[in-house]
């Protein structure tokens, strides 16, 4: 049985950090496409990043480049998002999604089969 479960979320002002933790049951991370996504109340749920396994590369919506790290730590099967310089418009549930196939875009809620209960991210001005 998968399970994904989100810890870390929190409120914070604008210009702090936080770092979301993803632990894997019944999937290692390490073998599977991990992403993080996000959403707001009315809107989609948006990708964040993603990190491939084979290698490890990693893809950031343009919103998150270069203060978004997404991360994974195979002794403990747990994927980590830091986030740094947090801006109010990052206030979203924050949702782990695993998946084995490599079909379909990264940012696409439809190209992943496992998701967590998600965590939540409030950013203050």
């Known amino acids: 049985q998968v399970q994904l479960v989100e810890s870390g979320g929190g409120s914070v002002q604008a210009g702090g950090s936080l770092r979301l933790s993803c632990a894997a049951f019944g999937v290692t991370v390490p073998f599977f496409r991990m992403a993080w996504f996000r959403q707001v109340p009315g809107k989609e749920r948006e990708g964040v990043a993603v990190?491939?396994?084979?290698?490890?590369?990693?893809v950031y919506a343009d919103s998150v480049k270069g203060r978004f790290t997404i991360s994974q730590d195979n002794a403990k099967n747990t994927l980590y998002l830091q986030m740094n310089t947090l801006k109010p418009e990052d206030t979203a549930m924050y949702f782990c999604?695993?998946?084995?196939?490599?079909?379909?875009?990264?940012?696409?809620?439809?190209?992943?089969?496992?998701w967590g209960q998600g965590t939540q991210v409030t950013v203050s001005s």
């Open positions: 999604a695993a998946e084995w196939s490599a079909l379909g875009h990264w940012s696409r809620t439809q190209s992943f089969r496992y």
């Open positions: 990190l491939y396994p084979s290698g490890g590369s990693t």
